[in-house]
């Protein structure tokens, strides 16, 4: 009541305390005195020089399904207990890897955040998934994934799949082969034209370049189109003609 932190530990001195309340409110276990990390004090801190003092457990012993929770939430309300309403955008939680850079504990290496991915309402609520990392030279992270809310994964800059690195924007590596490398497949009940794959100079609602339309119904044949679709350009058969320009014989080219 005289406003002294209260110091819990099997020392003699307050500075071997296991675990502090001081008169801010901090939880400190491993610490007498609170750090600030990217500009923020946390209200619970825990350090340590060794695994076990640095790491934190929940664990459930239960006969179900059921897992333990870390569970991050946000409200717009400016009082606690409150329910108001978030909004489109809104970040609810984010998960932050800091490291001490040799001047102090700002630098964020990665982060994972979770964000309202349209508008909420009652028992609705949207969201997205985004991935960050820092690149060489910053100190604030980046973000090179983000799972939206329809499920759709949007990947900026260059992917490399079975590498470890590239340049281009796509690179695809396999080191086995055992299974076909890519596999493209359409399922919708009502659309007979198969796959698209598009090759296009402008903008994804701009395709004014050339694409394939995967086989047919019959799945002997694959078509090329230009103009964005709109002109047909010739199909190729798996029988092992080529025709350029139309379907007859006057267009077939084969060996």
């Known amino acids: ?33 609170p750090a600030s990390q990217m500009g923020i004090e946390p209200h619970f801190q825990l350090e340590g020089t060794g695994h076990g003092p640095s790491t934190l457990s929940t664990f459930r012993n239960s006969n179900d399904a059921s897992p333990s929770y870390v569970s991050l939430g946000k409200s717009r309300g400016t009082s606690v207990n409150t329910n108001t ?63 939206l809310t329809d499920g759709k994964i949007d990947i900026p800059g260059s992917v490399g799949i079975g590498k470890v690195a590239t340049a281009r924007a796509l690179d695809v590596l396999q080191a086995t082969s055992a299974e076909e490398t890519a596999v493209f497949a359409h399922s919708h009940a009502t659309n007979v034209a198969g796959c698209l794959v598009n090759f296009t100079g402008g903008t994804i609602t701009n395709r004014t370049k050339y694409f394939f339309r995967g086989m047919d119904t019959s799945g002997t044949k694959m078509s090329l189109w230009s103009d964005g679709g709109a002109t047909f350009a010739g199909d190729v058969t798996f029988g092992g003609s080529l025709f350029i320009g139309g379907t007859g014989s006057a267009n077939e080219l084969d060996d």
């Open 85 to 147: 309403i978030v909004a489109d955008d809104d970040e609810i939680g984010q998960i932050t890897f800091i490291a001490a850079d040799g001047t102090d504990r700002t630098s964020r290496v990665a982060s994972i955040s979770a964000f309202v991915d349209g508008t909420p309402g009652a028992n609705d609520t949207p969201g997205r998934l985004v991935f960050s990392t820092a690149a060489d030279g910053a100190q604030v992270a980046t973000a090179r994934m983000t799972i």
């Open 1 to 33: 009541g005289d406003g002294t932190p209260f110091f819990f530990g099997t020392g003699s001195s307050e500075s071997s305390a296991k675990f502090v309340l001081d008169t801010a409110g901090n939880v400190l276990i491993g610490k007498v005195a």
